[in-house]
């Protein structure tokens, strides 16, 4: 079956970084494009980031353009999040995510990976 396990989260000071993985098992990784969401207490989940099968498309909320970059390896079945300069806002439960295309991710999830910024 499929298993998305994502790791890196944390306890960060505001301006700080941190490195979200999630690693894939179970599935052809290199035809699915890859996504990150997050939810913060009290909050729905919200979409963070996308990247294509390929790698050469990318897609991100606003709130995160020019902090925050997603990139994939598929030789290691695995999809990286780099979060830069993060903000309390930041703070939540991050999930890894796949499916066919950006508008229907949510094919499987992680069990997610708290992050927490401090101000």
């Known amino acids: 079956q499929v298993q998305l396990v994502e790791s890196g989260g944390g306890l960060v000071q505001a301006g700080g970084s941190l490195r979200l993985s999630c690693a894939a098992s179970?599935?052809?990784?290199?035809?699915?494009?890859m996504g990150w969401f997050r939810q913060a207490p009290g909050k729905s989940r919200e979409f963070v980031a996308a990247?294509?099968?390929?790698?050469?498309?990318?897609y991100y909320t606003d709130s995160v353009k020019g902090r925050f970059t997603i990139s994939r390896d598929n030789a290691k079945n695995t999809v990286y999040l780099q979060m830069n300069s993060l903000k309390p806002e930041d703070t939540a439960v991050y999930y890894c995510?796949?499916?066919?295309?950006?508008?229907?991710?949510?094919?499987?999830w992680g069990q997610g990976t708290q992050v927490t910024v401090s101000s």
């Open positions: 179970g599935l052809t990784f290199s035809s699915y494009v």
């Open positions: 995510t796949d499916g066919n295309r950006v508008v229907s991710l949510g094919l499987h």
């Open positions: 990247i294509s099968w390929s790698g050469d498309s990318t």
